[in-house]
């Protein structure tokens, strides 16, 4: 059964203090590995895809990269406004193109 | 709008009753989805539609959920006889196309809550 499991599920970090969340997926076959940020009462928005073992993608203060069981996103010097709740979710091959979604880490960044 | 809209953002309603929640994609998305998040749960997938056709059900929990897309436009989700377990947001997504290369973007759901 494909599944997506994110560690952890919680996190505090002092501003400035770099840390990287972890994504770890079992999947028939990836056709891509997605990365959302969610703000309480919104819906996700996108940050990166990555279809491949030894991507890396860059935004800002976030760079995301894959391997072929998981995915971390690495968060350089964060500040209070990266607070929020990351998500990871795979898209499988093999005829539908449904995100399967971990439960996802809650960022809490202190000024 | 330039984003997925959904309505309404919240529903409170008694058990046994139907809902209708709404989702108007971005415009010229031909490819939509619904999941449900369940507090400290993560997305489910419920169903997606291509066009108007809806090619991946697999996710409805049960035949009180239906779906409908008309005008490769605006969608609808349907539960009927609301029980408490159906608590929860129910987020909208959609694309260009349907493929990886066009990620999903998502409205900021509907907030169910069943008395």
């Known amino acids: 059964e494909d599944q997506v499991t994110q560690s952890p599920e919680a996190l505090r970090l002092q501003e400035g203090e770099s840390s990287s969340l972890n994504c770890s997926y079992t999947?028939?076959?990836?056709?891509?590995l997605f990365w959302y940020r969610q703000d309480p009462g919104k819906g996700p928005e996108f940050l990166f895809t990555l279809y491949s073992a030894g991507e890396e993608k860059e935004k800002e203060r976030l760079k995301a990269t894959l391997t072929k069981k998981e995915s971390f996103l690495h968060i350089t010097a964060p500040k209070p406004e990266d607070s929020a709740t990351y998500l990871c979710?795979?898209?499988?091959?093999?005829?539908?193109?449904?995100?399967?979604f971990g439960t996802g880490t809650r960022l809490k960044v202190l000024a | 709008g330039a984003g997925v809209s959904q309505s309404p953002s919240n529903k409170v309603t008694e058990k046994g009753k139907d809902v209708e929640l709404r989702c108007d994609p971005i415009?010229?998305?031909?490819?939509l989805y619904w999941y449900r998040q369940r507090l400290g749960q993560g997305l489910e997938f419920l169903i997606y539609?291509?066009?108007?056709?809806?090619?991946?059900k697999s996710g409805l929990p049960s035949d009180r959920f239906s779906a409908e897309r008309t005008g490769e436009s605006v969608s609808t989700l349907t539960i009927q006889r609301t029980q408490q377990e159906d608590s929860a947001v129910y987020l909208c997504?959609?694309?260009?196309?349907?493929?990886?290369?066009?990620?999903?973007?998502f409205g900021d759901g509907t907030r169910l809550s069943i008395l």
């Open positions: 997504a959609s694309s260009l196309v349907t493929g990886t290369n066009q990620p999903q973007h």
């Open positions: 979710a795979v898209q499988a091959v093999g005829g539908t193109y449904k995100y399967i």
């Open positions: 415009s010229g998305h031909t490819a």
């Open positions: 539609f291509q066009g108007n056709s809806a090619p991946d």
């Open positions: 999947v028939s076959g990836l056709r891509g």
